[in-house]
């Protein structure tokens, strides 16, 4: 029974550490939203602590699902496993958020698998004996299936969850012009409670996801990068369920597919924005709106990323500071905008105490516009 007690004592140590390092990925992730959005805003539009919850609610909320469904599978997993995918994404999380997910922990932790089976080389090297018997016997076909399922719900969790917590940013587009752009750059813990070596523990386990937008509304574009996420994990659901039931082919192909389709989904999203015409710059109807504060007096009045505001009430402006000097000291105020659909509207508000001057709107002034006003 003792040696059951530290068996068990062990494999919750293992776990309680890859758990601290997913809160610590989610940590890095908050503060590098907050200082860009502090950098290109001038003021930071999300809550990090509010953002941070969100995730691992989502994440909890997502992992009872699959957990269920690996529990009336019977599926379960191995502790050297487990340490050999957990200590990858460690290692990929630091070159960036992104490369935390379990898709390129997998998917690397395959192709090693494979190398040291395959190649007499690295059977040859002495002190490479305790790395190759960590990769040795790698289930390679329950993890990627588990990636495949877990994408799955990444597609969920970026069509109800992608708009939070963006990061501003300015990139170089085709016309060699600097222009606004958003990275929607998120990351979701998801601690799975299933079986480790006959024993149940909880695995925490890590989504990552980025992509770019520049021209489309904030709604578009988390349906643009929630569809190409659930058609990266059909792809591979139905490549280990081919190799599984029907076709033998090199696993190795399914290894570089979810690590170079993952990436390639990035990558080519991030071609396509530098190459499309602009939605956040500069307007000559009004003022364009980059922002917008959440819960902020702007948000309850339906206001988006990517509106024309054309008059205040009934003032035409071009600049953030027209902005608050046609509406401090108002009880009431007026917006005329033009959305994005190009269709005009009307939204007005009753403004109360405490409510700032600028409704929590962070605008793009033209350059002409914004030497004009310094000059002022």
Known sequence: MSVDLVALYQKWNVAILILLMMMFLSIIQIIWVYYAQKKELGKVVDSGIRLM????????TISIGISAMIYYFNIYFNMKDLFVVGS???????IGVRFGCIAYAVGGSVLLSIAFEKIVFFQQIQWLDGINELFTNFDTLTWLWLVAILHLAEWLLIRIHGNSGLRPIKINHRRKQKINAFMMERGWPIPLITQVDETMICIPLFLGTASMNASRSMKQHRRYASTLTLFYAIGLLIGVTLYTWWISFPLWTLALYAVLCHEMVYQWGKWIEKRKNPLFSPDSNGLKVLQVSRKSTAAKMGLKAGDVILLVNGNQIDHPNDLIRFIR????????ILDENGERQILQKTLFDGEPSDLGIIGIP????????NYA
């Not at 919850?53 to 909890?60: I, K, P, R, Y």
């Not at 000291?329 to 005329?336: I, V």
């Not at 033209?366 to 006003?373: F, G, I, R």
Request: net charge neutral; proline share 3%.
């Open 366 to 373: 033209s350059p002409e516009n914004e030497e004009k006003k």
């Open 53 to 60: 919850v969100a995730n691992w609610v989502w994440g909890g």
């Open 88 to 94: 990858l994404t460690l290692f990929f999380a630091l």
């Open 329 to 336: 000291g108002r009880s009431t105020c007026k917006l005329d």
